[in-house]
């Protein structure tokens, strides 16, 4: 499937969940939060550190969502993300956004294996989805 194709098919849902949710305003995990948030859709943080991001309870891995998401954003260091892919292929996961710099090498290929689109090494969910600071 082409990059497009892909976002489309990744954007095309309602319910997403945010590895690597951040309680800092000033990190990523927080932004794609907060970018989800200001698209309208419903998101649920994956942090195992944090009670709960912007408002929402968090829980601390994939198991923990409870209820069936579109797609899984992921903003995690490299060694991270190899983990959650996992998880995420046990737990159900099928759309996976891999934001960048938090990629690891042989990445689409896992996911490929796994039966995971995965939308990687391309343009932000931020600038897709026109995230504004200032909201």
């Not at 997403?16 to 419903?42: I, P, W």
């Not at 891995?61 to 983990?83: C, K, R, Y």
Request: contains cysteine; glycine residues 12%.
């Amino acid at each position: 499937m082409e990059e497009r194709a892909l976002i489309e098919d990744f954007l095309n849902g309602e319910a997403y969940a945010v590895a690597g949710a951040s309680t800092d305003r000033s990190k990523y995990g927080n932004k794609v939060l907060r970018c989800y948030q200001q698209a309208g859709r419903d998101v649920i943080p994956v942090n195992p550190r944090a009670e709960e991001v912007e408002g929402i309870a968090c829980v601390p891995d994939l198991s923990g969502l409870g209820a069936e998401v579109h797609g899984l954003s992921i903003i995690t260091p490299p060694g991270v993300t190899a983990a959650l892919i996992e998880e995420a292929a046990k737990e159900g996961i099928t759309r996976v956004w891999v934001q960048p710099g938090a990629e690891f090498p042989g990445l689409e290929g896992r996911c490929e294996e796994l039966g995971i689109t995965c939308v990687s090494r391309g343009p932000c969910l931020l600038v897709v989805l026109g995230f504004s600071e200032s909201l």
